[in-house]
């Protein structure tokens, strides 16, 4: 009953955003990185917030550092999405609300100095390559959705490390984000303030949960993510490109662009690819050891990874043509 109710309430609110997104005309337009072709309503992602914010009203007393952070990484995210900021900006706000879910959950006194360091740059980097896998219709819900449900049945099942209805908050707002976006036309986009805020949220959970097995491995329930996004920056500074201007050449564009594969089946791919992943490594945690895990899982989504360069290739020569 308590996430029926949830639903409908995010459901509400979401209508009353896109009131609010027609009349200040806060519009998604078509650039260089776009997959899509039509004008859409932005900035659908601060459901996700919304979700945040009605977790944090009734567990205050816990929730405090955690919401003051997304509700950083949100306001800056918003406010970019409707006029665009300077990246000092934005990196230094990631980087403040970062410090406070580090303080919240103890890593300045559980970690060493450069264990800290190394921190913040997986954060602040994992941030980035959420927001900038955010780019066909239901990509991102569909991915937060395999990521929290992971999280949920290690929380359940192997290691309780947090509130389990703090997880399924993310997960009933990614459904009902779903609904509006996982569309041929979608109703809105994510917008930066969505997938920043649903970053810091699983980035949140994917710590703790290091910190209580004292183990990476589960970074890996952001794998698929991770290799794109990696190699694609890699590729980019290869062909020395500008990594901060807008580009189609992550797998998921050039499989939804050049190979002209429906958006919403693209999606489908990662999230179904994710959990095989997640599923991967919670069965084979604690039964391997953790860079062998690292390797197992890595290996093949590297080869995967190269099958970008023959869609291009192929591409060009039909362009050529």
């Given at each position: 009953?308590?996430?029926?109710?949830?639903?409908?309430?995010?459901?509400?609110?979401?209508?009353?955003?896109?009131?609010?997104?027609?009349?200040?005309?806060?519009?998604?337009?078509?650039?260089?990185?776009?997959?899509?072709?039509?004008?859409?309503?932005?900035?659908?992602?601060?459901?996700?917030?919304?979700?945040?914010?009605?977790?944090?009203?009734?567990?205050?007393?816990?929730?405090?550092?955690?919401?003051?952070?997304?509700t950083l990484v949100s306001l800056v995210s918003f406010?970019?999405?409707?006029?665009?900021?300077?990246?000092?900006?934005?990196?230094?706000?990631?980087?403040?609300?970062?410090?406070?879910?580090?303080?919240?959950?103890?890593?300045?006194?559980?970690?060493?100095?450069?264990?800290?360091?190394?921190?913040?740059?997986?954060?602040?980097?994992?941030?980035?390559?959420?927001?900038?896998?955010?780019?066909?219709?239901?990509?991102?819900?569909?991915?937060?959705?395999?990521?929290?449900?992971?999280?949920?049945?290690?929380?359940?099942?192997?290691?309780?490390?947090?509130?389990?209805?703090?997880?399924?908050?993310?997960?009933?707002?990614?459904?009902?984000?779903?609904?509006?976006?996982?569309?041929?036309?979608?109703?809105?986009?994510?917008?930066?303030?969505?997938?920043?805020?649903?970053?810091?949220?699983?980035?949140?959970?994917?710590?703790?949960?290091?910190?209580?097995?004292?183990?990476?491995?589960?970074?890996?329930?952001?794998?698929?993510?991770?290799?794109?996004?990696?190699?694609?920056?890699?590729?980019?500074?290869?062909?020395?490109?500008?990594?901060?201007?807008?580009?189609?050449?992550?797998?998921?564009?050039?499989?939804?662009?050049?190979?002209?594969?429906?958006?919403?089946?693209?999606?489908?791919?990662?999230?179904?690819?994710?959990?095989?992943?997640?599923?991967?490594?919670?069965?084979?945690?604690?039964?391997?050891?953790?860079?062998?895990?690292?390797?197992?899982?890595?290996?093949?989504?590297?080869?995967?990874?190269?099958?970008?360069?023959?869609?291009?290739?192929?591409?060009?020569?039909?362009?050529?043509?």
């Amino acid at each position: 009953m308590q996430y029926t109710i949830l639903g409908i309430l995010l459901m509400i609110l979401m209508l009353l955003y896109f009131k609010v997104a027609n009349r200040y005309n806060i519009i998604d337009k078509p650039n260089l990185r776009s997959s899509h072709s039509e004008v859409t309503l932005r900035g659908g992602g601060i459901i996700f917030w919304f979700s945040a914010l009605i977790y944090f009203l009734q567990n205050i007393q816990t929730n405090y550092f955690f919401f003051t952070g997304i509700t950083l990484v949100s306001l800056v995210s918003f406010w970019d999405d409707i006029q665009s900021l300077s990246n000092k900006i934005r990196i230094s706000i990631h980087f403040l609300a970062i410090t406070l879910i580090f303080y919240d959950l103890g890593v300045f006194t559980l970690m060493p100095f450069y264990g800290v360091a190394i921190a913040y740059i997986l954060a602040i980097g994992l941030i980035n390559a959420y927001n900038f896998m955010d780019g066909i219709n239901g990509i991102t819900g569909l991915y937060t959705l395999i990521v929290m449900g992971a999280l949920l049945y290690v929380n359940k099942n192997i290691q309780f490390f947090f509130d389990a209805v703090f997880i399924k908050y993310a997960m009933i707002a990614s459904l009902v984000f779903l609904f509006f976006n996982y569309r041929k036309k979608a109703k809105c986009f994510a917008g930066d303030i969505g997938s920043i805020a649903i970053a810091f949220w699983v980035i949140y959970l994917i710590l703790k949960l290091i910190l209580v097995t004292n183990s990476l491995v589960w970074l890996l329930f952001l794998a698929i993510y991770g290799v794109d996004a990696i190699c694609t920056i890699i590729h980019r500074l290869y062909l020395k490109q500008n990594i901060f201007e807008a580009h189609r050449l992550h797998l998921y564009q050039v499989l939804s662009n050049e190979s002209k594969m429906q958006h919403r089946l693209v999606s489908l791919y990662y999230a179904i690819a994710q959990s095989a992943v997640s599923a991967l490594v919670i069965f084979l945690y604690q039964k391997v050891n953790d860079i062998l895990l690292f390797v197992i899982v890595i290996s093949p989504l590297l080869l995967l990874y190269t099958l970008k360069f023959y869609l291009l290739n192929k591409s060009d020569l039909k362009l050529k043509a």
